[in-house]
């Protein structure tokens, strides 16, 4: 296994049927005291999805997490238990490739535990960037007990609405689906070339089986309904943001589950997943709060799917925050940024109705 760096807390737990699974969980210090009367709020941060804990948020001094612990929330961030996939082992890879959202999901759950043991009582607040916001909308929908007190979605979604969604589309996630649950599973491998911090995924099938299948739907639907597609950085970044975004690329975790991809597609597309829990059939139950901030760089399709599912939430109290000239990973790396983030997550924060009910 990968080796833990001291400064987790790494959780390690069972994690059928696979074995066991550690995932990482990294408090920031508190630099203020949380204005009164109401208490600091517990924010957890779920990362995109190859995103970590690792030096590029540390160095950077306009993180938004940081931001909102200089200013007195508790804020927590976790790293998936794809951080600690060692790629040369075998045995990690072929762990990997039965993992899945609900197991994912499976980690958000264990790391609002452990936060409802350190803060008893205390209401827990969700942020979760690009792929942490589809995780953060399937926990909220799970009806999860204890209830969290609210959700910050940065820049994500679950559903595309109907007239960004093409019969052939469907039909390509549905054909894709139904092989892949036919028990042809592989890695979806995220790799740099030399001297360059990303790349567009690719699959590793070593059997060749169904490679065309496979490398249609990367190409079309990778860069069709999301994935790849879109602007990362604003058009106004300039050489130092550009820089931040690249180490945040080349620091990030490239191994993830390709099962993950495909259902992520499928419930965007509405075809359904008879493996995954129907939890975003329950999205429309959520009544806690809800912060969308979407890149305004990324073009109207994005911001017509973020709004979109964020309207899926019918009954949740809901602010929308569109940041004109940001990309999507100017949001948690971008250095003009992070306060234009930390600032409306602040001040939505402290009306939170959860955090005014909480006692200390």
């Known amino acids: 296994m990968k080796p833990v760096e001291p400064r987790y807390q790494v959780l390690d737990r069972p994690a059928p049927p696979t074995g066991r699974a550690r995932i990482g969980i990294r408090a920031f210090a508190c630099g203020a005291r949380w204005p009164s009367p109401t208490p600091a709020p517990v924010c957890l941060w779920l990362p995109g999805r190859t995103g970590n804990l690792d030096a590029s948020s540390a160095e950077n001094p306009t993180d938004p997490r940081r931001l909102l612990a200089e200013a007195g929330a508790v804020v927590y961030a976790m790293d998936y238990r794809t951080h600690f996939v060692d790629v040369t082992c075998e045995e990690d890879l072929a762990a990997c490739g039965s993992w899945n959202t609900a197991a994912l999901l499976s980690d958000v759950r264990a790391a609002v535990r452990e936060l409802n043991a350190r803060h008893t009582g205390r209401p827990i607040v969700l942020i979760g960037h690009s792929m942490g916001a589809k995780l953060a909308y399937l926990f909220a929908a799970s009806r999860p007990d204890p209830p969290i007190a609210g959700l910050v979605v940065l820049d994500g979604w679950l559903r595309n609405p109907p007239d960004l969604i093409s019969d052939r589309e469907r039909r390509a996630i549905s054909s894709a689906l139904d092989r892949w649950r036919a028990g042809d599973r592989v890695l979806t491998n995220q790799f740099a070339a030399p001297g360059t911090p990303g790349s567009t995924a690719t699959v590793d099938d070593p059997t060749g089986r169904r490679r065309r299948l496979r490398q249609a739907y990367l190409r079309e639907m990778l860069t069709s309904v999301g994935g790849v597609a879109g602007r990362m950085v604003g058009g106004a970044a300039d050489a130092t943001s550009i820089g931040m975004v690249l180490r945040h690329l080349s620091d990030g975790d490239r191994v993830w589950p390709a099962v993950v991809e495909i259902e992520a597609r ?64 100017d949001l948690v790396v971008g250095c003009h940024f992070g306060r234009r983030v930390s600032q409306p997550i602040l001040a939505w924060l402290r009306d939170l109705p959860g955090l005014a009910a909480a006692r200390r």
């Open 266 to 329: 499928a419930m965007a597309t509405g075809v359904r997943d008879h493996d995954l829990p129907r939890y975003d059939e329950f999205i429309a139950d959520v009544r806690v709060p809800l912060l969308c901030v979407i890149a305004g760089d990324r073009g109207q399709d994005f911001t017509a799917r973020a709004r979109f599912t964020a309207g899926l939430l019918r009954h949740a109290p809901r602010t929308e925050l569109v940041l004109d000239g940001c990309g999507h990973l």
